[in-house]
């Protein structure tokens, strides 16, 4: 039934059905291992946010986000996925200004000039900070844009998302705002 050479990784299945198979099965597991390298931070994780120097120059203090929930979305002014994401991102800023949810941005920008041409141009009012040493220490190197996170008022994480999210996800994220 099968041909099994000196390499351990091919296989011949005589079947071209089977073979099909294990591609599937070896790139979904390559994919998987890519996808699980993108961030070490998990749901579950225990975080403590640094302060945030928003673009303007004012900043966000460690103390103001206490027991308050914070969505966390990394972006640039760049990346054609965050531009797609972008608005889903207004409009939830938009529908949880009222309640204790804080939506903040991080543009990894190397010129914050560059990220404040692009939030004004798109008349964005989320917040927007600048990628610091501070943040790279708790978030690591950001390796794939745009990346999500949900951070609950006990400081754990509840959602860590790499890549672009649909609008229906985005808002979904309301949820944690209560």
């Not at 949880?96 to 920008?109: E, L, P």
């Not at 708790?138 to 990346?147: A, R, S, T």
Request: charged share 20%; net charge positive; with cysteine.
């Amino acid at each position: 039934m099968y041909a099994i050479t000196a390499s351990i990784f091919i296989i011949k299945p005589k079947a071209p059905l089977l073979r099909l198979f294990y591609v599937l099965a070896i790139c979904l597991g390559i994919s998987l291992q890519a996808h699980a390298g993108v961030t070490s931070l998990k749901k579950g994780t225990a975080v403590t946010l640094p302060a945030f120097t928003l673009l303007d120059g004012s900043v966000i203090t460690r103390e103001s986000l206490k027991n308050k929930p914070v969505l966390l979305s990394f972006w640039a002014s760049w990346c054609p996925y965050c531009a797609r994401q972008n608005p889903y991102i207004q409009k939830l800023h938009e529908q949880v200004k009222d309640s204790d949810m804080q939506v903040i941005t991080v543009s990894i920008d190397k010129e914050p000039k560059a990220a404040s041409d692009y939030v004004n141009k798109h008349k964005y009012t989320f917040k927007v900070a600048k990628f610091t040493p501070a943040l790279k220490a708790v978030f690591g190197e950001i390796k794939v844009i745009p990346l999500v996170y949900v951070i609950d008022k006990n400081s754990i994480i509840q959602e860590a998302v790499p890549g672009e999210m649909f609008e229906e996800d985005v808002l979904d994220m309301r949820k944690y705002a209560k």
